[in-house]
């Protein structure tokens, strides 16, 4: 793949990736809730979600999604439920204020963040739009997924990183019960905003 080439691959890729969506409002809202470090293994879940999702799409299932458009409906509808229910996961979290003995709330998981990505459609756009804008033909295919995998890594390691200390600098601001339910609100809001983007 031609540096020019590549780098607008990463542009691409970039702007997809640091644009409010569900992962972002997701990583948003669990770094102001639990913190930077322990929303890291949701960053790491959907990092490799959006690496399952890019092999989907660069070896088979991108093309039948294309050659059917009803699975594409499935997709955006299942999505769409799936996004509803974690914006009011979101919006209704209960206020935390731990004591020293009592155990941290658990933030969360790591195939939380992977099982997303499958009903995101924005990741399967970007995968899609990805394999299909910058892959190259014949013996070249390969080696240009595995570079679009790279981008992929890349670029959502550090819009990941952004969104998490966003939602962290915001958690230190959170100290009473009223700040708290006003963000959580506010972020389920958007997070089923997003819903709107799926059918846009």
């Known amino acids: 793949m031609e540096q020019g080439l590549f780098l607008s691959m990463l542009a691409f890729l970039w702007v997809a990736a640091i644009?409010?969506?569900?992962?972002?409002?997701?990583?948003?809202?669990?770094g102001a809730n639990f913190g930077f470090m322990r929303s890291l293994w949701l960053m790491v879940g959907i990092m490799l979600g959006m690496q399952s999702i890019l092999l989907l799409v660069a070896f088979g299932v991108g093309g039948m999604i294309l050659l059917?458009?009803?699975?594409?409906?499935?997709?955006?509808?299942?999505?769409?439920?799936?996004?509803?229910?974690?914006?009011?996961k979101i919006a209704t979290a209960?206020?935390?204020?731990?004591?020293?003995?009592?155990?941290?709330?658990?933030?969360?998981?790591?195939?939380?963040g992977w099982l997303l990505q499958f009903l995101n459609p924005?990741?399967?756009?970007m995968a899609l739009g990805s394999v299909a804008s910058f892959s190259l033909a014949g013996s070249g295919y390969n080696?240009?997924?595995?570079?679009?995998s790279f981008g992929i890594v890349l670029v959502n390691l550090v819009s990941g990183?952004?969104?998490?200390?966003?939602?962290t600098a915001i958690g230190r601001l959170l100290r009473s019960r009223k700040a708290w339910v006003i963000?959580?609100?506010?972020?389920?809001?958007?997070?089923?905003?997003?819903?709107?983007?799926?059918w846009h």
């Open 19 to 30: 644009t409010p969506g569900p992962n972002n409002m997701l990583l948003t809202t669990s």
């Open 122 to 125: 924005k990741a399967w756009l």
């Open 161 to 167: 990183v952004i969104w998490l200390g966003f939602g």
């Open 68 to 88: 059917y458009p009803s699975l594409h409906l499935i997709l955006k509808v299942f999505g769409s439920l799936y996004l509803l229910w974690l914006a009011w």
């Open 94 to 112: 209960a206020y935390e204020r731990l004591e020293a003995s009592a155990p941290p709330p658990p933030p969360l998981r790591l195939y939380q």
């Open 143 to 148: 080696h240009s997924v595995l570079l679009i």
């Open 183 to 198: 963000f959580n609100v506010s972020m389920g809001v958007l997070t089923a905003a997003c819903v709107l983007l799926i």
